[in-house]
């Protein structure tokens, strides 16, 4: 399984981590409902927009996180290729609001980055 995150702005421009531990996306809907005076309602219905979540890579050294962490902080547009988890591949941004955050787990030996992602048209 290969996993890459390449930057569109900025050197060094990619970023491996050694897999992605956590995938959750949702796409919110955007429908609008009216109640109406005479009873009943009115709907409004729009299409949901891209996909949003948290993507949780994981790292296997300190110096490889924070380099990630780095190369995600920037402000630009990055694209995710993954070989297995195909249904992760996008284009996206940190999303609005969002984050991103590096954590250390099982006593230093498991680095984790995640980012709040909001996928955009590439």
Do not use: C
Request: glycine fraction near 6%; charged fraction near 15%.
């Amino acid at each position: 399984m290969t996993t890459t995150i390449t930057a569109a702005a900025g050197s060094p421009a990619t970023t491996s981590p050694s897999y992605v531990a956590g995938y959750d996306a949702e796409r919110a809907s955007r429908n609008l409902v009216h109640d109406l005076i005479s009873g009943g309602q009115a709907v409004v219905l729009i299409p949901a927009p891209l996909r949003s979540g948290t993507l949780k890579l994981i790292y296997p050294s300190r110096s490889s996180a924070i380099a990630a962490l780095s190369i995600l902080s920037r402000a630009t547009t990055y694209s995710l290729v993954d070989t297995e988890l195909t249904q992760a591949n996008m284009a996206f941004v940190v999303a609005q609001g969002g984050s991103v955050a590096v954590s250390v787990e099982d006593r230093g030996f498991t680095w984790v980055v995640s980012i709040d992602f909001q996928e955009v048209s590439p």
